[in-house]
T-cell receptor, first 115, second 116 residues
């Protein structure tokens, strides 16, 4: 049983560009959350998708947007990249059946570097 | 402001020695509390969580944590550390009844080094 997978592993972009990161949830999971982890910091919640809708959102600007597909996979899009967007982006999946605080399973992350 | 603090950035212990990682929280009411582990190249893995009830919580991989309201602490412990425990450990908190993970706050992490 594959766990949470993310692609690509690493990505280098320049300021002002746009980027799309992808996540496939663990089998049987229907909820996907995205986190940003800057170097030396703990993760910060960006948003959560359930039933193809953004259900919860953290304190991130509208430059950060997402999408969830019918197969529960998800994308994170970041527009107008800033140097400060350089971070490890983590995807986490969970099952709605377990409730809002059900255990999240994390992928290995995508390392984004903005030059 | 709601926060979770991990006072130790880096800890070194000998294999077989006991371990305690500190976590302090600052919330208006008792939050939900979590400990995660992050190994290089891997995502976070949940070790244990505290929502209510017994203040001593057992987790995976032989870890346990004790919730102490009087000290606003939720320290992680392991009686005997193995070399494979070398990783970074994160404490996290969520305000009770906040409706999900949107208000989760992670500490800055403690990096554990295990020496032979």
């Amino acid at each position: 049983d594959a766990g949470v997978t993310q692609s690509p592993t690493h990505l280098i972009k320049t300021r002002g560009q746009q980027v799309t990161l992808r996540c496939s949830p663990k089998s049987g999971h229907d909820t996907v959350s995205w986190y940003q982890q800057a170097l030396g910091q703990g993760p910060q919640f960006i948003f959560q998708y359930y039933e193809e809708e953004e259900r919860q959102r953290g304190n991130f600007p509208d430059r950060f947007s997402g999408h969830q597909f019918p197969n529960y996979s998800s994308e994170l899009n970041v527009n107008a990249l800033l140097l400060g967007d350089s971070a490890l982006y983590l995807c986490a999946s969970s099952s709605e059946r377990g409730g809002l605080y059900n255990e999240q399973f994390f992928g290995p992350g995508t390392r984004l570097t903005v030059l | 402001a709601q926060s979770v603090t991990q006072p130790d950035i880096h800890i070194t212990v000998s294999e077989g020695a006991s371990l305690e990682l500190r976590c302090n929280y600052s919330y208006g009411a008792t939050p939900y509390l979590f400990w995660y582990v992050q190994s290089p190249g891997q995502g976070l893995q949940l070790l244990l969580k505290y929502f209510s009830g017994d203040t001593l919580v057992q987790g995976i991989k032989g870890f346990e944590a004790e919730f102490k309201r009087s000290q606003s602490s939720f320290n992680l412990r392991k009686p005997s550390v193995h070399w494979s425990d070398a990783a970074e450990y994160f404490c996290a908190g969520i305000p009770m009844n906040s409706g999900g993970y949107q208000k989760v706050t992670f500490g800055t992490g403690t990096k554990l080094q295990v020496i032979p």
